[in-house]
């Protein structure tokens, strides 16, 4: 059962509209394409999108997920991919969180491939303590301890994603 509340809905709108800010000085002058990683980062994606004064494009990512385990199968697969063009496009890659870094790394090498003249990150959560393979999101929500967390977005088995603040799952 989910119990302990880790960020409240307050902390993390707050958080958000900052970030929405940042975000939006950085790519004023770039043709922008926010690239939602499906599909724990949809909530993330709306809220931080609704928090920018920008003009920008929408498309999404699905990769494989880590089914129902806590744990990464660590083989990461496209199950549905961008739809736009980003030839000379500015990409910001908007994920829920990065736990091994595996996921975003590989996102990373996929999406610059596509011909983007700039990719960054933004991640709502970020677990820097548990990485397997490095990596640095440019924008960070918040930095959390390596605990298996549920809420807005983030799913155990499914369950949780609607749960309006992030609380860490314990058993
Ligand atoms: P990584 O490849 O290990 O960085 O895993 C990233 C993905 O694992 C995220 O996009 C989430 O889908 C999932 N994940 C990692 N940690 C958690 C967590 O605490 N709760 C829910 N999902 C998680
Ligand atoms: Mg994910």
Known sequence: MPVETLITKEQLNRR???????????????????????KGAVFFTTDLLRAM??????????ISSYGNEKQ???VVTILKEPQLDMHG?????????IDSGLSMSEV?????????????VATFLDKPTARK?????DYVGFSIE???????????????????????LTD
């Open 16 to 38: 958000i509209v900052e970030m929405g800010k940042e975000i939006s000085e950085e790519f004023r002058n770039d043709e922008l394409i926010a690239l939602c990683v499906l």
């Open 53 to 62: 004064d920008i003009d920008v494009a929408l498309d999404f990512i699905q």
């Open 89 to 97: 496009k500015a990409v910001l890659i908007i994920e829920d969180i």
């Open 133 to 137: 393979m490095p990596f640095d999101a």
């Open 108 to 120: 990373f090498k996929y999406i610059e491939k596509r011909g983007a003249s700039k990719v960054k």
């Open 72 to 74: 990464s199968s660590g």
């Open 146 to 168: 390596p605990k298996f967390v549920i809420g807005y977005g983030l799913d155990f088995a499914e369950k949780y994603r609607n749960i309006p603040e992030i609380r860490v």
